[in-house]
């Protein structure tokens, strides 16, 4: 029969087993504790965590689409190549005009005509400076229609139309063109009527069409051989019988002749205001020398 023992009397080995059995049971413990928490978060949903971006770095920007180039009269050509930017049809027009003006001044002037409406060069820059006379700095040819059309009326032929340039630019109110009895000549007419087509608002349009009509009545007698000047012309087919006149004459001689060529009445004068001559239809010639214009007498 075993003899117990007094606690103070075990072996020291004795002693010990209390102690290991007690962590056992506690790791054991702590074990399962830890394997129970594992269970129970790994039913629970894991937050996905946010991925802060920003509105600079979410996606690239597009660049900026620049605004397009300057077209004022949206013909689809920039104004920058646009020959004509303000006209969508881009009608041809003719660039600035630069004359030499005598203004009075003690110096020419250097005056521009500008492109204007409907073809027409825009005189107005000119005309405020009242020239006498204009010289052009450079050979003009139409462009426009309205230039065409002058130079056809002009009756120039080498298609220069610089001097209708001149002649509108100049407003010179002792102009020969401006005298109240002077009539434009078969040549002036034509030439007179161009430049109206150029600048018909001129300053002195009105006198200008008054000495064209002037002009005209005298193209219209030559035509009829009721107007001419020194040399012989056949009565009834170079000129026609009637009773003419002319004014201010010096040293003026003229006959009338028959076929044969004898003188039928012959007149003289170193000096006259005025001479009348009666040519008559039996009459087969009529001459004249320093008589200047013969015209129907009024």
Do not use: H
């Not at 689809?76 to 027009?93: E, V």
């Amino acid at each position: 029969m075993a003899t117990s023992q007094p606690y103070d009397k075990l072996p020291s080995s004795a002693l010990t087993i209390r102690p290991r059995r007690a962590f056992g049971v506690l790791l054991t413990t702590v074990l399962l504790a830890t394997t129970l928490t594992a269970c129970g978060d790994e039913q629970r949903p894991t937050a996905t965590p946010a991925t802060a971006t920003s509105s600079g770095s979410a996606s690239p920007s597009a660049s900026p689409t620049p605004p397009p180039p300057p077209d004022r009269d949206r013909d689809g050509i920039p104004d920058s190549s646009d020959t004509y930017p303000d006209d969508s049809m881009n009608t041809p027009q003719q660039p600035p005009v630069s004359l030499e003006c005598d203004t009075g001044n003690d110096g020419n002037a250097l005056l521009t005509v500008q492109p204007g409406k409907d073809g027409r060069p825009d005189f107005s820059e000119v005309w405020a400076a009242k020239p006498t006379s204009c010289d052009s700095q450079a050979e003009i040819y139409p462009v426009t229609d309205t230039e065409k059309a002058a130079l056809k009326t002009s009756k120039y032929e080498d298609g220069d139309i610089t001097t209708l340039y001149e002649m509108c630019a100049a407003v010179d109110p002792e102009d020969t063109y401006l005298e109240a009895d002077f009539a434009a000549s078969s040549e002036q007419i034509p030439e007179i009527n161009a430049a109206l087509q150029l600048c018909p608002t001129y300053p002195y349009a009105k006198k200008w069409r008054e000495t064209v009509k002037r002009g005209q009545v005298d193209v219209d007698l030559a035509a009829q051989g009721r107007l001419f000047g020194s040399g012989t012309f056949r009565v009834g087919k170079e000129i026609k019988p009637g009773t003419y006149v002319t004014t201010d004459v010096d040293g003026c001689y003229w006959e009338r002749q028959n076929r044969s060529g004898d003188t039928i009445d012959n007149y003289f004068t170193n000096s006259a205001r005025r001479v009348q001559v009666t040519i008559r239809s039996s009459d087969y010639a009529f001459s004249s020398e320093n008589c200047g214009e013969w015209r129907p007498a009024r």
